[in-house]
């Protein structure tokens, strides 16, 4: 079924993005955020944008078709962007496509969940369960869990850096300016039990504008860049989670559907870029009526606060005394 991107058309957004050359990484998906702000920057003028995917062949084509079909010039971006390889070989295909200029507008969204586990916990014991039986059981969760998060850390972090690196280098190289937009969560800051590998993946994105910053030195007027920490979006990753409170009630009354975090992706495109440097953009959902939400960005800051630690008590590293 071809996605029907009407619904991505919104009031007064329509020329947002006219002359922008969009990277959008993670978007070949369907129902996913990616391809909400793929169909949203086509539906706002975009001059063209890159599809990017790694094995959802089928979604990330048909993505492609629709947005052309729609007006739009896309291209697919096939890639694994934790091999570095794999980004450099982008890198010409993308400008060439681009009409011989890097992106201006490069959205780091790329990233997975993972099964869930409780760091630091074993499996719970089972009833009758003999010794040996118990330590393979830990050992093959132990290696489970701690592998699904790594493919999770990476695919947030070295990702998110490799393309950092390689498109802020050629926006320098051509003389051009770069809006970098990374894709985090809220639970980056306040996070929920189970999915201790998803949680340091999207904390570690939080550094990445002004770690570029820094390296960017005199030319970091050419090169912007911001956090988007979101809450709970209905896609595939999280459809299991629409019907708990639990989960998603933290931060909103009830989920958001990729429509309306496509417009609220829009509206922060509408502010300029250099006013958002460097920020890390909190979406917040209200309720409204008849069970519509409100959404609104606010800024969000991580300070650091240092305090003496002071002396030690009196009676401190006088531990069990181990007798002979």
């Known amino acids: 079924m071809t996605p029907d991107l009407r619904p991505f058309a919104f009031e007064g ?25 793929a169909f949203a920057a086509t539906m706002a003028g975009a ?10 062949y089928a979604d990330g084509l048909e993505t492609v078709e629709a947005i052309n079909a729609a007006g739009g010039n896309a291209f697919p971006v096939q890639a694994d962007v934790t091999s ?32 869930g586990y409780l760091l630091g916990r074993a499996p719970r014991e089972q009833s009758g369960e003999r010794p040996a039986m118990r330590r393979a059981r830990a050992r093959q969760a ?13 695919t947030k972090v070295d990702g998110f850096l490799y ?23 809220r639970q980056a800051v306040d996070p929920g039990a189970g999915v201790p590998g998803y949680v340091l993946a999207n904390f570690g994105v939080l550094a990445l ?48 559907e990729p429509t309306e975090f496509a417009r609220a992706f829009l509206e922060v495109l509408r ?16 309720a409204g009526e008849a069970d519509t939400v409100q959404t609104a960005w606010s800024r969000a800051e991580l300070k650091l606060q240092a305090q003496p630690l002071g002396p030690p008590p009196a009676d401190a590293g006088h531990g069990a005394v181990i007798q002979a």
């Open 13 to 37: 957004l329509q020329k947002l993005l006219r002359g922008r050359r969009v990277l959008i990484t993670g978007a070949g998906k369907h129902g996913g955020l990616g391809q909400a702000m």
């Open 142 to 154: 132990f290696i489970s869990d701690l592998s699904d998060s790594a493919r999770v850390v990476n």
């Open 163 to 185: 393309l950092t690196h390689l498109w802020a280098g050629e926006a320098l190289h051509f003389g051009e300016d770069l809006q970098i937009l990374y894709i985090s969560s």
């Open 47 to 56: 001059e063209s944008i890159g599809v990017h995917f790694r094995s959802s």
């Open 84 to 115: 570095t390889s794999d980004i450099w070989a982008t890198r010409s295909h993308v400008i060439k496509r681009m009409g011989g200029k890097p992106p201006n507008l490069l959205i780091c969204n790329s990233g997975l969940s993972e099964r």
């Open 271 to 286: 502010h300029p870029r250099e006013s958002i440097d460097g920020q890390l953009l909190q979406l917040e959902v209200t």
């Open 209 to 256: 504008p002004k770690i570029l910053r820094a390296n960017l030195g005199k030319n970091a007027h050419q090169v912007s860049s911001s956090c988007l920490a979101l809450p709970f979006v209905r896609t595939s990753m999280t459809q299991a989670y629409a019907d708990n409170p639990k989960v998603f009630g933290r931060w909103q009354p009830r989920m958001l």
